[in-house]
């Protein structure tokens, strides 16, 4: 069936069509002159003569970017990625995976991209083997890529360039793959099958038309050999997490679709049913007519399947386009959604059931509006706003065109939060429902500004639509500002104002906070929005974060423009490199060098070897200075059971070198075992194995990060301070960060500000911080501990580690030394004597042993202790330098339950 695209009305001036003309115009005079309608650009028989080459090609390539960009213009391109065609070509959405070198396919109804066919090429850690593979697929109107890949075949074997092919070419670039720019009415893109013995084979060709609402995508296999094969008719599709997929048994279209983000996918093929197996990577299993899953094809015999792949910004879409291409009528009711005093409703759920059984589904855009399909049979209608309330109406198979629904009015929070002076703040805002009302959902986990029931706002600025009822509210930014908790009763059809002030009560002069590890969803193994991500970590005022997504170089720099919350958080660029075994084989990495829109960001790949893949790192850009740390390990099979049979050996040795820090949380373990038990499995206590390698010489410092990889409170509930020249988050070096934590010039924190300082006699020469070496001739040292918390946790006991072991005579508690600790903001300001008999390493733990962080830091971590450990300070006793005692505290661990 051909589609006639509709007749598109633009607002470009008489002078601009005129000259748009002029270019079009003279562009096809050139091609047709020299290239026959329908020419096959690229060689499929290697005996034909090679495509005529001209002079005028980059000449011709300009004018039809000119002209694309002078006037609307109806045709579909085929373009090589590259930086002249990337702008205009590339997609936008949550899961765009092109890069450089990839082939985009465009008309005036969708945007898609086809990976590079070549080996290596990988969407992002978890989507990998994308070569020739689908990546990228939205509609031109409301782009919101969604995809991770859709997979021809499974993508059982590698792919191969075969060609490309225009019918009726109005603009053409051809030869080098990366130059390509193909413009007419038709483009193909051909891709041929590694040969496989005793396999068919395999020839795909991905098209799109003028005004084609769909990608077409055939694969046709043809048996060379001389003995007849059988073909599995599979594909396989990757749309994680916020997709809903249906249907679970056999049927014409299978469909995927995220409500929150806005895209849907469909997927038909011609003359076969589909059967979705439900997975991380669903399968679908194509079955003929006749019930086969498999075909048999008799030497020299072929067979073709042939799909159409539909993107439309909600299910509605898909079925229009998937009823059209079966022949039924195209009937489209244009549904607009008002609230009472005739507001528009945005982001109102429209939901089709026939016979009882959902059908179709929706959201209404910014201006209330959206395009339903009536069924075949009369059916009913439901429209519904969280705040608002619902509606059920009728809907005939011949309801007019245009439907009205009104909804109650709902209520509405407006916010202005500030700072102490009356200024703009970041903030995060939760909404808790009280006397039966149920608290908010706005969206998913993975969503931006507004999540599950919270509201990260960049500047306290904002209005945000509410069920009426009553809540409680909780306004906070971070714990170094004490927290509001305020309560807000919200009207049918009336705004409620929501004002507060965040106070900075804890003082932190000279010193930074920190997260060194998070991730979002380039990193493969969440769907997390990277904005949400910025916003998270900016509403919990960490102040330096370099972007570390897994296996991927990326960053935040472009967030935080388009927030112009540049002077608020320090950034870089950064990695987690990842490879196997888990959890040893996973390193982080900052400041390094991105290369925009290539493979990976130009960063480097994950090897099996632990001690090969840290040194890669550690000298990736010619072996610049950044930071390496090692995340999450398993301290007794790196150090000491490398082949983690529980018999101690030499480990990882070859890894020491390359490290810089290592991540040694949870934080409150340090008081504890040395194996932990979690989840009914015995682990190894991170921390406490920390002070074993202590022990032995290992100078390493420890840090603490909330590896966050979804934005529900994923940021902001794990720490560290650092040492910095400047407390400007505007005016932060990166490289300052790097040298700080390379020191151990560091103190983690669940949230209390730990303020550590040892003194060895008179003046700042004597005075030492964490990370630090200080001489003690005779062992006699005055150290100085300073805890500061927010009004909404408390610090209840100060305990200081010798050499690794709790010291009795050093642990005080608000019980039984009451009279060093107050209830203010300042909980505990002492100076302690210390006698040490030995070389010592010396390091302070605050925790609120009956505290919690409570309800700011959400549901997940609202029972976890306020808790802040400093990084070792370095006596030296005898003036010969400090000499780490050997003490095991233990046995040394091995690899975890051995």
Same mark, same amino acid.
């Given at each position: ?7 598109r009305?633009?607002?470009?001036s ?7 003309f ?15 309608a ?9 005996k ?14 300009a ?7 002078a ?10 990625l590259?930086?002249q ?8 959405g ?17 945007v898609?991209?086809v ?8 969407a992002?850690m978890?989507?990998r083997?994308?070569g ?6 939205t509609?031109r109107d ?9 997979y021809?075949g499974a993508?059982? %074997?590698d ?5 490309i ?10 030869g080098?793959?990366e ?5 007419g ?9 590694a040969?496989?013995?005793k396999?068919?084979?395999a020839?795909?060709t991905?098209?799109?038309e003028?005004g084609?609402?769909?990608v ?10 001389k003995v ?9 599709? %990757? ?8 249907p679970?048994s056999?049927s014409?279209l299978?469909w ?11 997927v ?13 990577r ?7 007519r ?5 075909? %048999?094809?008799?030497?020299?015999e ?13 299910l ?12 039924k ?6 549904l ?9 409703i ?21 201006n209330?509006e959206?395009?339903?399909a ?14 608002h309330?619902?509606?059920e109406i ?6 007019p065109?245009?439907l009205?629904?009104?909804?109650p009015?709902a209520?509405?929070v ?8 009356g200024?703009p703040?970041p ?12 608290s908010p ?11 599950k029931?919270?509201?990260y706002s960049h500047d ?7 069920a ?5 509210v ?14 807000l009763d919200?009207?049918r ?6 004002e507060a ?8 002069d ?8 998070s ?19 900016l ?8 972007c570390?997504e897994h296996?991927?170089l ?10 112009g919350?540049?002077?608020r958080m320090?950034?870089c ?13 996973h390193?982080?990495?900052f ?8 493979q990976d ?7 099996a ?9 550690a ?7 950044k930071?390496?740390q090692?995340?999450h390990?398993d301290?007794g099979?790196m ?8 018999e ?5 040795s ?6 810089d ?5 949870p934080l409150?373990t340090i ?8 989840l009914g ?6 921390i406490?194995?920390?002070l074993?390698?202590?022990n032995?010489?290992? %100078?390493?410092p ?9 934005n ?8 560290n301070?650092?040492k910095?020249?400047?407390?400007d988050p505007?005016a932060?070096?990166?490289l300052d960060?790097?040298h700080?934590?390379e020191?151990g010039?560091?103190?983690m ?7 550590v300082?040892?003194r ?14 200080l ?7 005055t ?11 408390d ?10 072991r709790p010291?009795?005579?050093?642990n005080?508690?608000?019980q ?18 210390l ?7 010396v390091i ?10 409570g309800p700011?830091m ?8 306020p ?10 006793v ?11 505290l ?9």
């Amino acid at each position: 069936m051909s589609y006639c695209p509709q007749p598109r009305l633009d607002s470009i001036s008489d002078s601009r069509r005129y000259l748009a003309f002029l270019l079009e115009g003279l562009a096809k005079r050139i091609v047709h002159r020299n290239f026959p309608a329908g020419r096959q650009l690229c060689r499929t028989n290697p005996k034909e003569p090679k495509p005529m080459r001209t002079k005028i090609s980059r000449t011709l390539l300009a004018l039809g970017l000119l002209a694309a960009c002078a006037a609307t213009t109806r045709a579909a391109d085929l373009v090589a990625l590259s930086p002249q065609t990337w702008d205009r070509y590339i997609p936008q959405g949550k899961e765009v995976d092109g890069i450089y070198g990839d082939f985009a396919l465009t008309n005036d109804q969708l945007v898609a991209v086809v990976a590079h066919p070549k080996r290596g090429r990988n969407a992002n850690m978890t989507v990998r083997d994308v070569g020739g593979c689908l990546i990228d697929l939205t509609r031109r109107d409301r782009q919101s890529d969604q995809l991770s890949a859709y997979y021809p075949g499974a993508q059982a %074997r590698d792919l191969r360039f075969g060609g490309i092919s225009v019918e009726a070419p109005e603009v053409y670039e051809t030869g080098e793959l990366e130059r390509v720019f193909v413009r007419g009415r038709r483009v193909t893109l051909r891709l041929v099958a590694a040969p496989r013995e005793k396999e068919p084979d395999a020839e795909l060709t991905y098209m799109l038309e003028d005004g084609q609402p769909f990608v077409e995508l055939t694969t046709t296999f043809t048996n060379r050999g001389k003995v007849p094969v059988e073909v599995d008719l599979v594909d396989a599709i %990757r749309a994680d997490r916020s997709f809903e997929h249906g249907p679970t048994s056999a049927s014409d279209l299978f469909w995927a679709y995220d409500q929150h983000f806005g895209q849907a996918y469909g997927v038909l093929a011609e003359g076969h049913e589909i059967q979705g197996a439900n997975a991380r990577r669903l399968m679908l299993r194509y079955r003929t007519r006749d019930g086969k899953v498999a075909v %048999r094809l008799a030497p020299g015999e072929s067979y073709r399947l042939a799909r159409r792949i539909i993107p439309g910004a909600n299910l509605f879409d898909v079925r229009r386009v998937a009823d059209r291409l079966a022949g039924k009528p195209d009937r489209a009711v244009r549904l607009t959604v008002k609230d009472a005093a005739g507001h528009p409703i945005a982001a109102a759920d429209a939901v089709l059931a026939l016979d009882g059984k959902r059908t179709a589904w929706g959201r209404t855009d910014d201006n209330g509006e959206l395009r339903v399909a009536p069924g075949a049979t009369a059916g009913t209608l439901t429209v519904s706003a969280p705040a608002h309330g619902s509606k059920e109406i009728p809907l005939a198979a011949d309801a007019p065109e245009s439907l009205a629904v009104e909804l109650p009015e709902a209520g509405a929070v407006v916010a202005r939060i500030t700072d102490e002076q009356g200024g703009p703040i970041p903030c995060k805002v939760q909404f808790v429902g009280r006397d039966g009302i149920t608290s908010p959902d706005f969206g998913p986990d993975s969503g931006e500004v507004a999540v599950k029931n919270l509201y990260y706002s960049h500047d306290g600025c904002f209005r945000r639509v509410l069920a009426p009822g009553a809540y409680d509210v909780i306004v906070s930014y971070g714990p170094e500002y004490n927290a509001v908790f305020t309560k807000l009763d919200v009207k049918r059809g009336k705004d409620a104002t929501l004002e507060a002030k965040l106070v900075r009560t804890v003082k932190t002069d000279g010193w930074i906070s920190a997260d060194f590890h998070s991730h979002s969803s380039p990193s493969g193994d969440n769907t997390s929005s990277q904005l949400g991500r910025v916003l998270n970590l900016l509403c919990e005022q960490v102040e330096f974060a370099p972007c570390t997504e897994h296996n991927r170089l990326s960053t935040y720099d472009p967030h935080l423009k388009r927030l112009g919350a540049e002077r608020r958080m320090g950034t870089c660029v950064g990695i987690e490199l990842t490879g196997s075994p888990l959890p040893l084989n996973h390193q982080n990495a900052f400041p390094l060098v991105l290369r925009p829109n290539t493979q990976d960001g130009g960063g480097p790949t994950s090897d099996a070897d632990p001690e090969i893949q840290i040194e890669r790192l550690a000298l990736w850009d010619g072996g610049s200075d950044k930071l390496v740390q090692v995340n999450h390990p398993d301290l007794g099979w790196m150090f000491r059971d490398r082949n983690g049979d529980g018999e101690p050996d030499s480990g990882f040795s070859g890894m020491f070198g390359h490290m810089d820090v290592i991540e040694v949380h949870p934080l409150h373990t340090i008081l504890g075992k040395p194996t932990v038990t979690n989840l009914g499995r015995t682990q190894n206590n991170t921390i406490y194995n920390w002070l074993q390698l202590l022990n032995q010489g290992r %100078r390493i410092p420890g840090v603490s990060n909330t590896d966050a990889h979804y934005n529900f409170h994923g940021s902001g509930w794990l720490r560290n301070y650092l040492k910095s020249p400047t407390d400007d988050p505007a005016a932060i070096q990166t490289l300052d960060v790097v040298h700080a934590a390379e020191r151990g010039h560091l103190v983690m924190s669940t949230g209390p500000f730990l303020d550590v300082k040892l003194r060895a006699g008179e003046g700042k020469a004597t005075e030492a911080i964490p990370g630090d070496d200080l001489a003690a001739p005779g062992g006699k040292a005055t150290l100085a501990v300073r805890v500061q918390c927010p009004n909404w946790f408390d610090v209840d006991r100060v305990q200081v580690f010798l050499n690794g072991r709790p010291a009795e005579a050093l642990n005080f508690t608000r019980q039984s030394a009451s009279s060093r600790f107050s209830d203010g903001t300042v909980k505990f300001d002492q100076e302690i004597p210390l006698i040490l008999e030995k070389d010592t390493h010396v390091i302070v733990v605050a925790i609120g042993e009956q505290s919690k962080l409570g309800p700011v830091m959400g549901s997940e971590h609202a029972a976890d202790l306020p808790v802040a450990v400093s990084n070792p300070i370095f006596v030296d006793v005898d003036g010969g330098g400090f000499k780490a005692n050997g003490d095991t505290l233990d046995k040394l661990p091995v690899k975890a339950g051995r």
